[in-house]
């Protein structure tokens, strides 16, 4: 699905490679050549566009990692960007209820795969995660659409609901559930009617069943060859239905991509599984990092590059140990822990590491801390002379006003950042004196 981009973006590599130092002018032409390939493989502008401010605000930042060809770390900004455009590291996985039976809704245009990709997590999720399951198909306007989902269902070696002809898709529904219930199945998988094109009718009839049937998962299925109007349909879609994620068919297919990767942007919802194929087993988990590996082909130049940073970090966290272990902690390192703050992906990135903190999270976000904080007081420490950061006892009013103009922050904001960093840096002082025992339990050791 992606290979004419793949094609596009090593050919931008290529060109980069042969060059050993280079320019802002160099990483800019990349980045508009990353641009055009992006649009070529028909990627949402929107999409596009905040892919590459993203990117070129990384690479003024990044710090120079000497071990690190500089074209190799511009291939792994642009694989960054790739993941991130992906959805990340999300779990993609389905939602299962803790009380059985967990409902799932499937949605989507006639024609979307719909019915093959019911009978593909039904195969999945009775072989691979041994569930029984029962499915049902809505789609009282297409008998043969039924027919086709009791087929594949014996097919792959789980119930289908008996079809009673005549029966509304709520009543439907509302018997689905009650056998799910009643014979103890873990997982009921229902199959809503679609039409060839979006129709009030079909949405409000996928509606009502969502309302009836409160599903843990509704998922829209959606055609990746259709590209743009895949994702059209999936933000109208996203409108009416409490959608819980996305599953891309064809992806076996000669599409550009543009699909796949502008879904996550445009709707907010992850893509849980590419079908790939038409056999009843080519369902593939979604998974970022391994699409965003695909795309760019190279992934000895990602692993590479991740170790050479991962290496950089640590030396750095050892300096900072050593200085701290003296007792010192100046606004130089009070910077550089700011910017490994943001590294890990601001705040928001770091309690995210963090399990059961959604109080705590809540508490942040009424708080009205937010990541514009740090950058803030990075802002301020720049605009300090070497001098300042190394003593900031120094730091009378005119040197104040100076800083706070410089950075665009009141006086007062100034003040703020001094008091928390005597506090910090008393802090590791008193550490340092009971002879580091503070500072080593302090880092678990
Ligand atoms: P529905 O109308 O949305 O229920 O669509 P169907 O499930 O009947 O699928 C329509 C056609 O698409 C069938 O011929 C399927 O075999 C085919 N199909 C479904 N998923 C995929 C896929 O991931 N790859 C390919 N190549 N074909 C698929």
Do not use: C, W
């Not at 981009?5 to 590599?13: C, I, K, N």
């Not at 789609?139 to 659409?145: E, F, I, L, S, V």
């Not at 002379?385 to 730091?395: C, V, Y």
């Amino acid at each position: 699905m992606f290979d004419g981009l793949t094609e596009r973006l090593s050919g931008v590599f290529d060109r980069l490679g042969g060059r050993g130092v280079l320019s802002d002018k160099d990483i800019d032409e990349a980045l508009r050549e990353v641009r055009v390939a992006l649009l070529e493989a028909d990627v949402a502008l929107p999409v596009v566009k905040d892919f590459i401010s993203k990117a070129k605000e990384k690479a003024a930042g990044e710090s120079v990692i000497r071990s690190v060809k500089p074209a190799d770390q511009v291939v792994k900004i642009v694989y960054d960007g790739l993941v991130e455009m992906l959805g990340g590291d999300v779990p993609t996985g389905l939602n299962l209820a803790l009380n059985p039976p967990t409902i799932i809704l499937m949605a989507g245009l006639q024609g979307s795969g719909k019915t093959t990709t019911t009978g593909k997590l039904a195969l999945r999720l009775s072989k691979t995660e041994r569930k029984k399951v029962l499915v049902a198909s809505l789609d009282t306007r297409r008998p043969a659409a039924m027919e086709q989902l009791a087929t594949l269902a014996k097919q792959v070696g789980v119930e289908s609901l008996p079809i009673v002809a005549g029966q509304s898709a709520p009543d439907i529904a509302k018997r689905a559930l009650t056998a799910a219930r009643l014979s103890g199945y873990d997982v009921l998988i229902l199959d809503t009617a679609g039409r060839t094109t979006l129709d009030e009718a079909m949405m409000s009839e996928a509606a009502e069943i969502a309302r009836i049937a409160n599903p843990s998962e509704t998922i829209l299925v959606a055609d990746s060859l259709t590209g743009q109007d895949a994702v059209r349909t999936a933000k109208a879609f996203h409108e009416r239905l409490p959608l819980t994620g996305l599953i891309l068919t064809r992806a076996d297919g000669d599409g550009r991509g543009g699909a796949a990767l502008s879904m996550r942007h445009v709707t907010g919802l992850p893509i849980k599984f590419l079908g790939a194929g038409e056999k009843i087993d080519q369902l593939d988990v979604f998974d970022a990092r391994r699409v965003a590996g695909r795309i760019l082909g190279q992934g000895d130049v990602v692993a590479l590059v991740e170790k050479a940073a991962a290496d950089l970090d640590a030396a750095e966290a050892e300096r900072m140990a050593r200085k701290l272990a003296k007792g010192k902690f100046d606004l130089d390192d009070l910077s550089s822990q700011l910017s490994q703050m943001q590294k890990m992906g601001g705040m928001e990135g770091i309690m995210g590491l963090l399990p059961g903190v959604q109080k705590v999270k809540k508490q942040i976000a009424e708080s009205g801390i937010d990541d514009s904080i740090f950058r803030r007081q990075q802002a301020i420490i720049s605009s300090m002379t070497k001098e300042e950061r190394k003593k900031p006892d120094i730091l009378a009013a005119s040197r104040k006003r100076r800083i706070a103009a410089g950075s665009g922050v009141d006086v007062a904001e100034v003040n703020r950042l001094l008091k928390q960093h005597r506090q910090m840096a008393d802090m590791f002082k008193s550490m340092s004196k009971d002879g580091g025992k503070g500072l080593a339990r302090m880092a678990g050791m």
